[in-house]
C-alpha cells in the first residue's frame, strides 16, 4: 500500500529530471547552403541549386530571345542573384541585329572575384534563348550551373581570379561574347588562363568534354573518374576547327585563349556532328535545342532522373576547377 500512495511523487520527480535534459537524437541539418572546398561534400546541394535557376529561367521567365522582355527579364533575375550571393555585378550593354534587321540592346552580365593570383578564370553561358521552347536546356541548364558555382566559390579564396558572365545574343551570331572579348586589351587577353564555356548541358546523351588540349584539360579528366562522374572525351571535337565555332568559346579561341566547353550531347547519332542529343523517337528527330521539346517538364518526363545527373556532374567538376586547379 505504501508504494502505491508514493508511486506519483516518484513519477513526477523522474519527469522532471527528464526534461532537465536535452532530447538525444541526431543534429538537425542546417537550412542555409555552406560551400565546401571539397567537391564531394557539397555537389547534390549544388545541383539542387542550379535546377532553382533552371527553373526560374525556362518555366517561370520562358523563352529568352534577345531584344525582348523575356531576356531583360533573364537579365534582371541574373543581376538579382549574383548580387544576393555579395557579387558586384557589372552589365555590359550593346547593340546587335535582331532578326527584324533592326538595331535592338543586349546586355552581358558580369559578376568577378579576386583570388590568389591575378590571373583569370572565365566562366560563361549564355542565357538568350530562341523562341521555340522555354530555353531550359539551351541555355538555362549552363546558366544555372554557372549560378550555382559562383554561389559556393563566393567565399572561398580561389587559386585564380574568376570572372563569371552570362552573354546576352547568342543565339542571334554570338554577339555577346564577341562583344566582350573586342572589348579586352592584350594584358587582358594575356591574364586570361582559360574561358570555360557551359552550353545546353541537360538532355544528351553522353556528358562531353571539348577544348584546347593541355594540363586543364586532363586534370578535369582525371578529376572526373574517381568521383564517378562519367564525362566523355569527345575527340571528334576539333578546337582549331573554325566549323565548330558555334557557341561562345569561339571569339575567346580566336583571341588566342585557351578554352574548356562542357555540352550534353552524342556525337555517335545523326552525322556525327554533335547537333543530335538523344534517339531520333526523341524531341525533333533527336534534338531538343531549338525545338518547342526544350521544355523542363518534357526534359523530367522523357529522361527521368538525367537532369539532376547531369546538374550534379558540371557543377561538381565545374566548382573542383574554380577551387582546386593550380
Request: net charge negative.
Given at each position: 500500500m505504501k508504494l502505491v500512495k508514493t508511486l506519483p511523487l516518484f513519477l513526477i520527480l523522474v519527469c522532471l529530471l527528464a526534461c532537465s535534459f536535452p532530447a538525444a537524437g541526431p543534429a538537425r541539418t542546417p537550412a542555409v547552403f555552406t560551400p565546401q572546398r571539397t567537391a564531394t561534400a557539397v555537389y547534390f546541394n549544388g545541383a539542387q541549386r542550379a535546377r532553382q535557376h533552371l527553373q526560374a529561367l525556362s518555366q517561370q521567365i520562358g523563352a529568352r530571345v534577345a531584344g525582348t522582355d523575356g531576356a531583360k527579364k533573364a537579365a534582371a533575375y541574373i543581376s538579382a542573384q549574383f548580387e544576393q550571393m555579395g557579387y558586384k555585378t557589372e552589365r555590359q550593354v550593346f547593340d546587335f541585329i535582331n532578326e527584324d534587321g533592326r538595331s535592338a540592346p543586349a546586355e552581358n552580365i558580369i559578376a568577378c572575384k579576386t583570388g590568389g593570383s591575378p590571373r583569370e578564370i572565365i566562366v560563361?553561358?549564355?542565357?538568350?534563348?530562341?523562341?521555340?521552347?522555354?530555353?531550359?536546356?539551351?541555355?538555362?541548364?549552363?546558366?544555372?550551373?554557372?549560378?550555382?558555382?559562383?554561389?559556393?566559390?563566393?567565399?572561398?579564396?580561389?587559386?585564380?581570379?574568376?570572372?563569371?558572365?552570362?552573354?546576352?545574343?547568342?543565339?542571334?551570331?554570338?554577339?555577346?561574347?564577341?562583344?566582350?572579348?573586342?572589348?579586352?586589351?592584350?594584358?587582358?587577353?594575356n591574364n586570361?588562363?582559360?574561358?570555360?564555356?557551359?552550353?545546353?548541358?541537360?538532355?544528351?546523351?553522353?556528358?562531353?568534354?571539348?577544348?584546347?588540349?593541355?594540363?586543364?584539360?586532363?586534370?578535369?579528366?582525371?578529376?572526373?573518374?574517381?568521383?564517378?562522374?562519367?564525362?566523355?572525351?569527345?575527340?571528334?571535337?576539333?578546337?582549331?576547327?573554325?566549323?565548330?565555332?558555334?557557341?561562345?568559346?569561339?571569339?575567346?579561341?580566336?583571341?588566342?585563349?585557351?578554352?574548356?566547353?562542357?555540352?550534353?550531347?552524342?556525337?555517335?547519332?545523326?552525322?556525327?556532328?554533335?547537333?543530335?542529343?538523344?534517339?531520333?523517337?526523341?524531341?525533333?528527330?533527336?534534338?531538343?535545342?531549338?525545338?518547342?521539346?526544350?521544355?523542363?517538364?518534357y526534359i523530367d518526363a522523357t529522361f527521368p532522373g538525367r537532369l539532376d545527373d547531369h546538374l550534379h556532374l558540371y557543377t561538381t567538376l565545374l566548382i573542383d576547377i574554380l577551387t582546386n586547379y593550380r
Open positions: 560563361g553561358a549564355h542565357y538568350d534563348s530562341v523562341d521555340a521552347g522555354q530555353g531550359a536546356d539551351d541555355n538555362a541548364s549552363g546558366v544555372a550551373v554557372l549560378l550555382a558555382a559562383a554561389e559556393a566559390v563566393k567565399d572561398l579564396q580561389t587559386p585564380y581570379s574568376l570572372c563569371f558572365i552570362t552573354f546576352d545574343a547568342e543565339e542571334t551570331g554570338l554577339k555577346g561574347s564577341e562583344n566582350y572579348v573586342d572589348r579586352m586589351d592584350v594584358n587582358a587577353v586570361t588562363l582559360v574561358m570555360i564555356n557551359l552550353d545546353s548541358l541537360a538532355v544528351g546523351n553522353q556528358c562531353n568534354l571539348y577544348g584546347t588540349p593541355g594540363a586543364l584539360h586532363d586534370w578535369v579528366l582525371a578529376q572526373a573518374q574517381p568521383a564517378g562522374l562519367t564525362l566523355h572525351d569527345e575527340t571528334r571535337f576539333d578546337p582549331k576547327d573554325p566549323a565548330n565555332d558555334f557557341s561562345d568559346h569561339a571569339a575567346f579561341r580566336r583571341a588566342g585563349i585557351d578554352f574548356l566547353y562542357f555540352e550534353a550531347s552524342d556525337w555517335s547519332l545523326g552525322e556525327q556532328d554533335g547537333y543530335t542529343q538523344v534517339d531520333e523517337q526523341f524531341g525533333e528527330a533527336g534534338k531538343i535545342w531549338h525545338t518547342p521539346y526544350d521544355r523542363l517538364d
